[in-house]
Antibody, heavy 121, light 108 residues
Framework: EVQLLESGGGLVQPGGSLRLSCAASGFTFSSYAMSWVRQAPGKGLEWVSTISGSDGNTYSADSVKGRFTISRDNSKNTLYLQMNSLRAEDTAVYYC??????????????WGQGTLVTVSS | SYELTQPPSVSVSPGQTARITCSGDTLPKQYAYWYQQKPGQAPVVVIKKDSERPSGIPERFSGSSSGTTVTLTISGVQAEDEADYYCQSADSSGTYWVFGGGTKLTVL
């Protein structure tokens, strides 16, 4: 069974930094692209960043480019999101998701339960 | 940036058919996916690659595509189908993923 467990969320001041982690189990982690998707309170889903399985290519939404960095440690089956220069509009539940299959323009097929990031003074 | 457009809300009575549309310029070239999200829960994919139903998803869920619009159809809607539904696809490069704004399905 695929399991994704996010951690690292919390309250941070505007301009601050936070690192999210996602521990994966139940599948061959290095074989899959992994992503972060966020959802602001009462709002819709927004794709944030994706990292490919083995070659480490990364892709990010314009809204976070230059501020957020996605990375992974395949030896620890863990996905990360380093968030810098945080803004109030970054307040959201951040989901770790498996996928998409980049070559096949696939979907996010498994999701964690999310971790809440609140940016406020 | 690329956008997918969905109606904010759809309402149907139990047993009726609900249709939720999603429009985007690259939908003729990129697959669309549909997710169901209930309050306090993570999204679950209900339709893959425009019209494929994943295992475990009831047969009343179906998807179709025509030009720049894809449609999620729920036949014989049940109370448990009340949820937010999101379409998702990619831009022409295939490396910039987008969700529609979401449609709240209300079962009257």
């Amino acid at each position: 069974e695929v399991q994704l467990l996010e951690s690292g969320g919390g309250l941070v001041q505007p301009g601050g930094s936070l690192r999210l982690s996602c521990a994966a189990s139940g599948f061959t982690f290095s074989s899959y692209a992994m992503s972060w998707v966020r959802q602001a309170p009462g709002k819709g889903l927004e794709w944030v960043s994706t990292i490919s399985g083995s070659d480490g290519n990364t892709y990010s939404a314009d809204s976070v480019k230059g501020r957020f960095t996605i990375s992974r440690d395949n030896s620890k089956n863990t996905l990360y999101l380093q968030m810098n220069s945080l803004r109030a509009e970054d307040t959201a539940v951040y989901y770790c998701a498996r996928g998409p299959n980049i070559a096949a323009a696939g979907n996010f097929d498994s999701w964690g339960q999310g971790t809440l990031v609140t940016v406020s003074s | 940036s690329y956008e997918l457009t969905q109606p904010p809300s759809v309402s149907v009575s139990p047993g009726q058919t609900a249709r939720i549309t999603c429009s985007g310029d690259t939908l003729p070239k990129q697959y669309a996916y549909w997710y169901q999200q209930k309050p306090g829960q993570a999204p679950v994919v209900v339709i893959k690659k425009d019209s494929e139903r994943p295992s475990g998803i009831p047969e009343r869920f179906s998807g179709s595509s025509s030009g720049t619009t894809v449609t999620l159809t729920i036949s014989g809607v049940q109370a448990e189908d009340e949820a937010d539904y999101y379409c998702q696809s990619a831009d022409s490069s295939g490396t910039y993923w987008v969700f529609g704004g979401g449609t709240k399905l209300t079962v009257l």
